[in-house]
C-alpha cells in the first residue's frame, strides 16, 4: 500500500474534521482558557448556531397588506382631485356634469364628463397640474375623461406599497425595541404578505396594535365664520350637509368632532365628554402626515391622562402650512387624526413648522400615537394571517427532545453497527459522528437557521448515512463470500455500492433542492436544506472517510486473513 | 460473521398480485373512509385537518396545578369559545394544549370577508387567556411560573393561522413535493430507464396514498409536521428502490440468459440483507418517537412509522413488477433493438447505453 497517498487523505480528513470543529465549537474571536471549560463550550455552541424560532422563542407574524384597498382608495382620491381641481378653475366650461368610478376585481378607473366637451385636453392639463396622473392611461370620448390604471402600472404600484409599508412596520418596532427582527416578502411581491419574525417576543399584542395602527393625521381648513365668532359645529351630519346644500360637494368633508372635556355648558363637569358634533372643512388638507418630520408625547403637568402630542413639518411641508396660515389669520383650523377632528383652533399668526394634537391622551397612548405619526401612515390596512408564537421555555423543550431523539437514535445505531460490523462498524461509527458535526458546521458555515423540521431534515440525513455504511459492507460481505481476497472486496465494495450511493443522494438532493426552491419561506426550506447539507457530506463521510480507514488497516496489516466485518 | 441473510431465498415476484390487492384494498378502504366521512352530514371530515391546514388557533399553556380537561373546556365555554380541543401532552402532565377551530361559517376561504379571518386570528389568544383567568393570574412577559409565585399559569407557545394562509401553506407543500417527484421522474429514467422511474414513482405516490388513508381512517391529525413526515417518506422511498433497481442494472449485463423476472427477484434476495437492516434501524428509532415522543410530535412520528414501513414494502411489491410489467408491454421489437448492440460477439457494454442493459425480454 502507498502509505504517501494515505497520509494526504489522512491530512484532508483531520484538516476537515478541525475546520468543523472550529465552526461548531470554535469561539469567533482570540480564544482563552474559558472555551476549553464545559461551560464555555456550550456558550461558543450556543452562539454560532443560528437557532430559528421554534427553537429559541419569538413570534412568526404573517401580514397582508390589504392592497386592493390601497388602489381602491388612491382611485377614489384621485377622482375626487381630479373634480375638486376641474371645479376650482374658474372657467366656465370646466363643469362636472358626471363622474364616476370603479375600483374592484382589479379594475381601478374613474372618468369624469364635462358640460362642454371642446377643450377636453386643456381640462385634462388642468387635471394632471394638480393630480398626479403619470401612470395612468388617459381616453377621452365625446366630453367624457377617463383614467385607467393598468395592470402593470398596479403591480408597480402594490410593490412599492408593500416595501413602503415594511420600511414602516421596520421603524415602529425598532423603536418599540424589538431586537434583531426580520422582516421580509413572503410569496410574490404583490401578494402583499409580508412575513415579520421576532426573536424573544412571546406576547405580540401591543406590537401588533402598533404595526396595525393607522395614524393619518391632517391639517384642515374648517368651513366656518372666522374668529371671534365661534367655530361652527352641527349637531348631526344632516345639520353639515344641510348647510352645503344637501349633498357634499368633492372639495369638502363633514367630520365628527368630540370636544373633549372642556366644559362647553354650564352645570358640565370638565370629566364629561361633550355631545359629538359635526364640522365641515375643505378637502384636500392643507397639509398631510406625510410632510411630518416628527412628533413626541409631551406632558404638562406630567399627570397620568394629560399627555398632547406635538410635531414638526419637514421644510416642504412647513412652506405650504407657513404660506396657508398667513392667508388665513383668524379663520379656524382642525387637526384630524384618523377622520376625526381632534381639535379646532383658530390661526393667531402665521405658524411655519409646528403644531400639536390636544386631547386627552395617557402616556403609552400618546407614545405610541407619536411613534406611529412619526413612522408615516401605512399605505393600507394590515390583516394577520399567521401569528405563532413560541416561548422560551416550549422553545428549550423542543431543542430537548430534538437532541434527544437525534441522539438516542444515533446511539441506538452505533450500538447494532458495533454488534453486527464487529472491527468495521467502528467505521461507521468514526463517518456516523463526522457525519453529524459537518453537517452542523456547514449550517453554521452558511449561516443557516437550525429549525424543528430541520432537525427532522438531519435525523434522515443520519438514517440516509447509515443506509450508506450497511451498502458498503453488505457489499464486502458478498464480494468475500463469493471468494475474493480482502483487498479486492473492499476495493469492489465500495466501487460497486458508490454506484448506489450517487443514485440514490443525487435524487434525494434533486428533490430537495426543488422543495427548497418551491417551497417558500416556511418549514419546508428548513428540511431541504439540512437534507442537501447531510446528503453532501455524507458523500465524504461514508465513502472517502470510511475507505481511509480500511486502507489503513490493510496497510498497516498486510498479511491480513480476516476482516472483522 | 453475523448474516441471517445467507442463501436466502424468496420468490417476492410471484406474489406480486397479492400484494398488489392488499395495496389496492387499503387504498380503498382509504378512499371509502374519505369520501364516506365527507358525504355523512354531520359526520367527521375526510381528513382531521389540524389549525396548520384549517385555519384556528392553538394555545400551549403550563399550570402550576393543572385543572381537569372538563373544567378547562367549561372555562372556555363560558367565555363563549366553542368546540374547543383538550389536549394533555402524556410527557408533561403540567402542559395542555387547547385547539379552537375557526368558527364554522369561517372554514371556506370564499365568501367570508378578511375582516373575520383577522379577527380570528387576533382574537384566539385573548379569548384562552380570559377564560384561563378564570383559574388565576398569567405570568406576563419575561416571567416564568417560577418568578411569578402568584400566577396559576402561563401561556408558552401560540400558534394561529388564518384559513387562508392554511390552505396556502397546504397548496404549497403539496406543489412543492409533486415538483419534486418530477425531478425524480427525469432523473432516474435518465440514469435507469422511464420503466423504472415509473415504477419508483407510483410506489412513492402509492405510499403516500397509503399514509393518507391510514390518516383518513384512524383519524390521525394532519399538519404541518405530516408534511415533513411525508417528504421524507418519498425519500426514503425512492432510495429503496433506487438501491435494488441498481442492483437489477448491475446483475443484468452478467445473466445474460435469465428472464428479467428472475434477475430483479434475485436482486431483490441479494439486497434483502441491507434493506432489513436500514429499515429495522430507522423504524425503530421512529417507534421510540411513537412511543415517548409525545403529544406534538404524534402526527410527524405516526406518518414516519407507517410511511418508512411501506417505502420497503413498496419497492418489493409495486415499483419492481410495475417496471416489468411496463417492460414486458413495450413489445419485443423495442427491446430487441436496445439489445442489439450488447448481443454482439464485440461486448461493448461500457458505449452501450443505460437503457440497453435495463430491459430485457421478460418470459415467464
Redesign the interface.
Known amino acids: 500500500m502507498k502509505r504517501t497517498g494515505l497520509w494526504i487523505r489522512t491530512g484532508v480528513i483531520l484538516a476537515i474534521t478541525l475546520v468543523g470543529v472550529y465552526m461548531v465549537f470554535g469561539p469567533r474571536r482570540m480564544p482563552t482558557s474559558a472555551d476549553f471549560t464545559w461551560e464555555g463550550i456550550k456558550t461558543n455552541l450556543a452562539e454560532n448556531i443560528n437557532l430559528g424560532l421554534d427553537l429559541k422563542g419569538g413570534s412568526h407574524l404573517v401580514m397582508r397588506v390589504k392592497l386592493d384597498d390601497y388602489l381602491k382608495t388612491m382611485t377614489e382620491n384621485n377622482a375626487q382631485a381630479a373634480v375638486s381641481a376641474i371645479q376650482d378653475s374658474t372657467e366656465p366650461k370646466f363643469q362636472v356634469t358626471n363622474n364616476a368610478t370603479v375600483a374592484e376585481n382589479g379594475n381601478y378607473s374613474f372618468n369624469v364628463t364635462l358640460a362642454d366637451g371642446t377643450d377636453l385636453s386643456a381640462v385634462a392639463e388642468a387635471v394632471k397640474k394638480k393630480v398626479d396622473l403619470q401612470t395612468w392611461n388617459e381616453t377621452t370620448s365625446g366630453s367624457t375623461i377617463s383614467w385607467t390604471l393598468g395592470a402593470a402600472a398596479q403591480n408597480v404600484l402594490k410593490v412599492d406599497a408593500v416595501s413602503q409599508a415594511k420600511k414602516i412596520i421596520e421603524s415602529r418596532i425598532n423603536t418599540y425595541g424589538v431586537k434583531e427582527p426580520t422582516i421580509q416578502n413572503q410569496g410574490s411581491p404583490t401578494s402583499g404578505q409580508i412575513l415579520l419574525q421576532m426573536p424573544g417576543v412571546d406576547d405580540p399584542e401591543r406590537v401588533k396594535s402598533l404595526i396595525g395602527a393607522e395614524s393619518n393625521l391632517a391639517l384642515m381648513k374648517i368651513v366656518s365664520a372666522a374668529n371671534p365668532a365661534p367655530v361652527t359645529t352641527y349637531p348631526t351630519v344632516d345639520a353639515a350637509k344641510a348647510s352645503l346644500g344637501g349633498t357634499v360637494p368633492a372639495n369638502r368633508k363633514i367630520l365628527p368632532y368630540a370636544e373633549r372635556d372642556e366644559p362647553t355648558a354650564a352645570g358640565q363637569t370638565p370629566d364629561q365628554k361633550a355631545p359629538t358634533r359635526y364640522v365641515v372643512v375643505e378637502y384636500p388638507a392643507v397639509v398631510d402626515g406625510s410632510e411630518l418630520r416628527n412628533a413626541e408625547a409631551v406632558s404638562r403637568t406630567g399627570a397620568q391622562g394629560d399627555y398632547q402630542i406635538s410635531f414638526q413639518f419637514k421644510p416642504s411641508g412647513a412652506q405650504k402650512f407657513g404660506e396657508w396660515t398667513g392667508k388665513n389669520i383668524n379663520n379656524y383650523m382642525a387637526v384630524v387624526l384618523n377622520d376625526e377632528v381632534k381639535s379646532a383652533a383658530f390661526i393667531k399668526s402665521q405658524i411655519f413648522d409646528s403644531g400639536e394634537i390636544s386631547g386627552k391622551f395617557t402616556k403609552t397612548s400618546a407614545e405610541d400615537l407619536a411613534l406611529t405619526l412619526k413612522s408615516g401612515a401605512l399605505p393600507a390596512k394590515i390583516v394577520y394571517q399567521e401569528e405563532r408564537t413560541v416561548g422560551p421555555s416550549l422553545g428549550a423543550d423542543s431543542i430537548r427532545s430534538g437532541v434527544e431523539a437525534s441522539l438516542g437514535g444515533l446511539g441506538l445505531v452505533i450500538v447494532f453497527m458495533l454488534f453486527y460490523y464487529r472491527g468495521s462498524g467502528v467505521n461507521a461509527v468514526v463517518a456516523l459522528v463526522l457525519n453529524m458535526l459537518l453537517t452542523i458546521a456547514a449550517l453554521v458555515l452558511i449561516r443557516s437557521t437550525l429549525t424543528l423540521p430541520g432537525i427532522a431534515g438531519l435525523i434522515l440525513g443520519i438514517g440516509m448515512a447509515v443506509d450508506s455504511n450497511v451498502l458498503i459492507f453488505e457489499r464486502i460481505r458478498e464480494e468475500l463470500k463469493a471468494g475474493f481476497d480482502i483487498p479486492t472486496s473492499i476495493d469492489l465494495g465500495f466501487d460497486r455500492a458508490f454506484v448506489t450511493i450517487i443514485d440514490t443522494h443525487i435524487t434525494t438532493i434533486i428533490s430537495s433542492i426543488i422543495l427548497y426552491m418551491a417551497g417558500g419561506a416556511g418549514p419546508i426550506r428548513g428540511f431541504a436544506v439540512t437534507l442537501i447539507l447531510g446528503l453532501l457530506i455524507n458523500l465524504f463521510t461514508a465513502v472517502f472517510v470510511s475507505r481511509t480507514i480500511f486502507n489503513w488497516e490493510l496497510s498497516l496489516r498486510p498479511k491480513m486473513d480476516r476482516l472483522s466485518i | ?3 441471517p441473510f ?1 442463501n436466502f431465498h424468496f420468490d417476492w415476484l410471484r406474489r406480486r398480485r397479492a400484494f398488489i390487492g392488499i395495496s389496492i384494498a387499503i387504498m380503498i378502504a382509504g378512499l371509502v373512509s374519505a369520501v364516506g366521512r365527507e358525504l355523512t352530514p354531520g359526520g367527521t371530515d375526510s381528513f382531521n385537518m389540524g389549525v396548520d391546514f384549517k385555519g384556528g388557533t392553538i394555545v ?1 399553556a ?1 399550570f402550576r396545578n393543572r385543572p381537569t380537561d372538563d373544567e378547562i373546556r367549561a372555562a372556555l365555554n363560558n367565555s363563549g369559545v366553542g368546540d374547543p380541543v383538550i389536549q394533555s401532552s402524556t410527557n ?1 402532565p403540567d402542559e395542555v394544549l387547547i385547539k379552537i377551530p375557526l368558527l364554522e361559517a369561517e372554514t371556506s376561504p370564499e365568501g367570508v370577508s ?2 373575520d ?2 379577527l380570528q ?2 382574537a384566539g ?2 379569548e384562552v387567556k380570559s377564560a384561563l383567568d378564570t383559574f388565576g393570574t398569567a405570568a ?2 419575561d416571567a ?1 411560573l417560577d418568578t411569578a409565585p402568584d400566577a396559576a399559569y ?9 384559513a ?2 392554511g390552505s ?2 397546504r397548496n ?2 403539496v ?3 409533486l ?6 421522474l427525469v ?2 429514467a435518465f ?1 435507469y430507464d422511464w420503466t423504472y422511474a415509473a415504477g419508483a414513482v407510483i410506489a412513492v405516490f402509492h405510499d403516500v396514498i397509503m399514509v393518507l388513508s391510514f390518516f383518513s381512517i384512524f383519524q390521525w391529525e394532519v399538519n ?2 405530516v ?3 411525508i ?2 417518506i ?3 422511498s ?2 429503496d428502490s ?2 435494488i433497481f ?2 437489477v442494472r ?1 446483475n443484468v449485463p452478467m445473466r445474460r440468459h435469465d428472464s428479467l423476472f428472475e434477475i430483479t427477484n434475485d436482486s431483490i434476495n ?2 434483502l ?2 434493506t432489513v ?2 429499515a429495522g ?2 423504524i ?2 421512529v417507534l ?2 411513537v412511543v415517548f ?2 403529544e ?2 404524534r402526527s ?1 412520528s405516526l406518518a414516519l412509522l407507517v410511511g418508512l414501513t411501506l417505502g420497503c414494502y413498496s419497492t418489493i411489491a409495486i415499483a419492481s413488477p410495475i417496471a416489468i410489467w411496463w417492460q414486458s408491454k413495450l413489445g419485443d421489437s423495442k427491446i430487441k433493438d436496445a439489445l442489439a448492440p450488447s448481443t454482439t460477439k464485440g461486448e461493448k457494454l461500457a458505449s452501450s447505453s443505460r437503457r440497453s442493459v435495463t430491459r430485457r425480454p421478460v418470459t415467464r
Not at chain 2, 179 to 184: F, S
Open positions: 460473521m453475523l448474516n445467507d400551549t403550563k408533561k378578511d375582516q379571518h383577522t386570528v387576533q389568544r385573548a406576563e412577559g416564568t402561563k401561556i408558552i407557545g401560540t400558534d394561529s393561522v388564518g387562508i394562509a396556502q401553506l404549497q407543500a406543489i412543492a413535493t415538483l419534486g417527484l418530477v425531478g425524480i432523473f432516474i440514469r404541518l409536521t408534511i415533513a413526515a417528504l421524507t418519498v425519500g426514503f425512492v432510495n433506487i438501491v441498481d442492483r448491475e441479494q439486497t440483507s441491507r437492516i436500514t434501524l430507522v425503530l428509532s421510540a418517537l415522543g409525545g406534538v410530535l410527524f
